[in-house]
């Protein structure tokens, strides 16, 4: 463990310039709506085959941990979520940059991203082996329970309009309907279009939604500049002690729901932070700023997609078994250099696995740099002209859509979903509950797939297993509750 | 100079250097003799995974060699069980350009009923590797050998839970095993890739699965024990694991990459490739690579490779992996709770409209003086429309026109900027004069073309 300190930091040199060049590169695709830290780090997997296992895993995670804080971004300024784990942060870090406190949210974001960070390293650090035997206890029916606790919490963050929420929660599960069943792998509702078996990709339809509707938006304007920040205050940026005491609580919880969702494989960055934002919401004083620009929103959001990347390493780090997109890639590059994770990698290669480790650390501590000191000049980002900014997005969403898989047709989705988003929109239909039934259906789907085929068709598992019974328990609740809370209301202000 | 004219000689310069860099820096003189560009590899799975990280050493070790003039571009179509990235494959030019790596998942994408097609729609160029598969259980499970595991499922049909990738190798591997054994069946569920399958064994929530070698060897500390291993001989590197043929059961398998042309490919093409393919396989840094991994550096071309590729077929074709339907109708349960909860947002809105009208203009005022304002000022929805427009004709000439994406960008970029900086006919000149948008719609395209192509190696359209 000391030699890999020394390694890491005065021994050799380079691993910190990796560390650096990674998280740059990492919090610049983060940033960029279209370009994914998945994508960043698939394609740059090939540059590392001339590299020491131990420096290649170096520049990877450092990539990880940019990009998931880099979406941030341009989620506060421009209402484009530059990744997917970022969606939630456009609910209130727009609201708060439109308000002109553009250098305040970016600094919450930025803070919470750190403090998320650490917390998840240190359940990484201490935890990583005893905390994954865990995950394999849990069956694939305690999985769609605890899946379907997220899905209901669509309910709770849409209160301001129940129907519309739920309407475009639907319509979300209903857009995963065509292409291969995630339980049976049999393709359906293709209309006969091959390439559409695989259904419609998260990536396309993410960009589509958020990025192009916002550009389809902007075009309709008449306003000089993009509408979104009108006087950028860089102020705020660095934030004070009595602020980081405030927001301690919040940032606490959420990393520790990020921590555990990212622990749990196929569930990455997107729903720890819808679950963060949801808890904070129900504990919170006051619930009703939430998506109209609250400090709790964005410092929940951030917080929980960052602890995520420490959660999801544990199980790839002690057991193989990747938690997200990401660490399946990187789970390749592992097996790329030879090394076969699991539980052989901390018997024979221990170095590898503090490695990996203390670059989470590293990276973390030099991302916070970063992003601080240039804060300032991104935030300047949304005061350039619609003129400039919006072809370049434009060129940016339709070469990553067309990147994922080298095919137009993903292009066309981005664009249909684009047009979808904006009307969506003029309709006053919110667009979170939309990604999250997008994101969460295919996963509630195999689990229950899967659970029923291993149970020959039976629901029983559901309420005898205590795991699923308690998270079912819960969503009952949260459906609920919220209902209840209305009716009260009513019937108080009646009397 | 003015600052103008700095950025124009800037953007005349990179241009120079792209079309110069073009011309002269690639190196390669055109002349008739195959390959004289580069041949995509299009691999139908993501970046990372077996058959990718297969198809990239065969690529550098191409490269690395010499053993062709041009480069190997791998190109990933991942998903849908690997029939996106066939289907692009059997629909490309069968001029030798475009070639394909692909296991078995070919064979039993058709035999399953995913796809229409199969290796009848490709010309093979050669089998290579080969990694056997081990029949796995939990540490504390009482099946020992393969045999008590068969008797149990025999004996019990349809109670042994089976972990399997559904309509892929690993579910075929059960479904000959069953074949093997008459009146013993096993209950499959989907689960997916070796790390899912290994979780579910050792959580206890499927009984067996199979694996392949090399993730057996990485899971077996974990908590799995190998009843039986489907190489004809014991593998040096695990000896203690039983074959299946020595206990009595005809399975006699290895999981290898097939090398495939679009069909009506020139022969001589396809024995040039299968050459290169042979030589890399006995390539000494590829045969270490495949060491590490317990795959064999195997290499079958020509009619070897046609005969096992037959007898495969044949294997695949004779069972039948319908499983019993014991699932909900989820498209149609999703459809109707779309159906019923639009039906009471469209109820609601119709209701409430005038009130709820009321209240968010009431709410505006209250919050931001500007917004409302701005409500005033109708939004141009003409312009959503033309933008719309604008995209899907740009799209269509990338799809379809053969010209540069960085000229046909260069042309978008212009027309996005005129459409959303809201120029009337008058201030066009303008946009040439006053602003560096032109220079923009120039270094942009050339800038992300740059990156995309040379660094990340993805051809654009």
């Not at chain 1, 000391?2 to 890491?8: G, M, S, T, W």
């Not at chain 1, 490695?355 to 990276?363: C, D, K, S, V, W």
Request: aromatic content about 8%; charged content about 15%; hydrophobic content about 50%.
């Amino acid at each position: 463990m000391n030699e890999v300190i020394y390694e890491l930091t005065i021994g050799d040199p380079v691993n910190l310039l990796w560390v650096g060049i990674g998280t740059m590169l990492g919090i610049l695709v983060g940033a960029i709506p279209g370009l994914t830290g998945a994508m960043l780090i698939a394609l740059s997997l090939p540059l590392t085959y001339s590299m020491q296992p131990a420096e290649a895993m170096v520049l990877l995670v450092s990539m990880y941990v940019g990009s998931i804080s880099g979406g941030l971004i341009t989620a506060t300024l421009l209402r484009m979520p530059g990744t997917p784990a970022s969606v939630i942060t456009t609910l209130d870090g727009y609201p708060m940059a439109r308000a002109g406190k553009p250098g305040r949210a970016l600094g919450l974001g930025i803070m919470a991203s750190f403090v998320g960070g650490l917390i998840s390293w240190i359940f990484l650090a201490l935890l990583a082996e005893p905390i994954s035997h865990l995950s394999t206890e849990l069956g694939d029916f305690d999985y769609f329970a605890l899946v379907l606790v997220a899905l209901v919490l669509i309910a709770s963050i849409s209160s301001k309009s129940l129907a519309a929420g739920v309407f475009s929660g639907f319509l979300g599960i209903l857009v995963t309907i065509p292409g291969e069943s995630p339980a049976t792998g049999d393709t359906r509702w293709t209309l006969g279009i091959e390439q559409l078996n695989n259904g419609f990709d998260l990536l396309p339809v993410l960009i589509g939604l958020f990025a192009v509707s916002q550009v389809i938006h902007e075009v309709t304007s008449r306003e000089k500049q993009v509408e979104s920040v009108s006087q950028v205050a860089p102020e705020g940026i660095l934030l004070g002690a009595a602020d980081w005491f405030r927001h301690l609580g919040n940032m606490i919880r959420s990393s520790v729901i990020g921590t555990w969702v990212g622990i749990l494989p196929g569930i990455g960055a997107n729903v720890g932070s819808v679950m963060a934002y949801s808890a904070s919401k129900s504990v919170s004083k006051d619930p009703d700023a939430f998506g109209t620009g609250s400090e709790e929103g964005v410092v929940a959001s951030e917080a929980a997609n960052n602890a995520t990347i420490g959660g999801a390493l544990i199980p790839l780090v002690a057991m193989g078994i990747p938690g997200s997109v990401i660490d399946a890639i990187l789970l390749g590059a592992l097996i790329l250099h030879g090394l076969q994770p699991g539980v052989l990698l901390f018997r024979n290669n221990p170095e590898i696995v503090y490695t990996i480790i203390l670059t989470m650390l590293l990276a973390n501590v030099v991302m916070f740099a970063m992003m601080v000191l240039s804060a300032k000049w991104i935030s300047k980002l949304a005061t350039i002209p619609r003129v400039y900014l919006l072809p370049v997005v434009i060129v940016f969403c339709v070469v990553g859509s067309y990147a994922l898989n080298n095919r137009m047709f993903d292009v066309w989705v981005m664009l249909g979903f684009g047009v979808a988003g904006f009307v969506m929109e003029r309709a006053t239909i919110p667009l979170a509950p939309f990604v999250i039934g997008f994101v969460l259906a295919p996963i509630a789907e195999e689990k229950l797939g899967a659970g029923l085929q291993a149970a020959n068709g039976s629901y029983l598992p559901l309420v005898t297993r205590p795991v699923a019974l308690l998270f079912l328990i819960v969503s009952v609740v949260l459906v609920v509750w919220p209902m209840m809370k209305t009716w009260l209301r009513s019937r108080a202000k009646e009397e | 100079m003015s600052q103008r004219n700095w950025i124009r000689l800037v953007v005349l310069l990179v241009v120079l250097a792209d079309i110069g860099w073009r011309l002269f820096g690639s190196g390669s003189t055109a002349n008739d003799q195959y390959p004289n560009r580069a041949i995509t590899l299009v691999v139908p799975f993501g970046p990372g995974g077996e058959s990718d990280t297969f198809a990239r050493m065969i690529q550098k070790a191409v490269k690395d060699n010499g053993f062709l003039d041009q480069e190997i571009v791998v190109k990933n179509v991942g998903g849908a069980g690997a029939t996106i990235g066939s289907g692009q494959a059997r629909k490309a030019e069968p001029d030798g350009y475009t070639m394909m790596i692909l296991h078995e998942a070919l064979i039993t994408a058709q035999a399953s009923g995913k796809v229409s097609y199969g290796p009848e729609s490709f010309e093979p160029i050669a089998a290579s590797g080969k990694t056997s598969m081990v029949i796995a259980v939990a540490e504390d499970s009482p099946y020992r050998t393969l045999t008590e595991l068969m008797q149990a499922a025999k004996e019990a049909p349809n109670e042994l839970v089976f972990a399997a990738n559904l309509g892929a190798p690993v579910h075929y591997a059960g479904l000959i095993l069953e074949k093997d054994f008459p009146g013993a069946h096993f209950r499959y569920t989907q689960k997916g890739g070796g790390a899912s399958r290994f979780e579910a064994v050792i959580g206890g929530h499927a009984d067996v699965s199979a694996f392949s070698l090399g993730e057996y060897v990485s899971f077996k500390d974990g908590g799995l024990r190998a009843v039986a291993i489907s190489s004809a001989e014991r593998h040096p590197e695990v000896p203690e694991i039983q074959t299946a043929l020595e206990q009595g059961f005809n399975f006699v398998h290895a999981n290898m990459h097939f090398w495939w042309f679009p069909k009506g490919t020139d022969p001589q093409k396809v024995s040039l490739m299968a050459g290169v393919i042979a030589r890399c396989m006995a390539a000494p840094e590829v045969r270490e690579k495949l060491a590490l991994r317990l795959s064999e550096p195997y290499i079958a071309t020509g009619g070897a490779m046609q005969e096992m590729l037959q007898t495969r077929i044949g294997k695949i074709q004779s069972v039948d992996a319908t499983s019993p339907d014991v699932l909900p109708n989820i498209p149609l349960w999703v459809s109707i709770a779309t159906a019923t909860s639009l039906l009471v947002l469209v109820v609601r809105r119709l209701r409430h409209s005038d009130s709820d009208l009321q209240q968010e203009t009431t709410e505006l005022i209250e919050e931001e003086p500007e917004a409302v304002e701005r409500k005033g000022r109708l939004p141009r929805l003409g312009n959503a429309g033309l933008f719309v427009l604008m995209t899907a004709l740009y799209l269509l000439a990338l799809e379809y026109l053969p010209i540069d994406f960085r000229i046909i960008t260069a042309i978008y970029m212009l027309d996005v900027a005129v459409l959303c900086g809201g120029y009337k006919n008058e201030d066009l000149q303008k946009l040439f004069t006053k602003s560096y948008v032109p220079e923009m719609a120039i270094l942009v395209p050339l800038l992300v073309h740059f990156v995309f192509q040379s660094f990340f190696s993805i051809q654009l359209p």
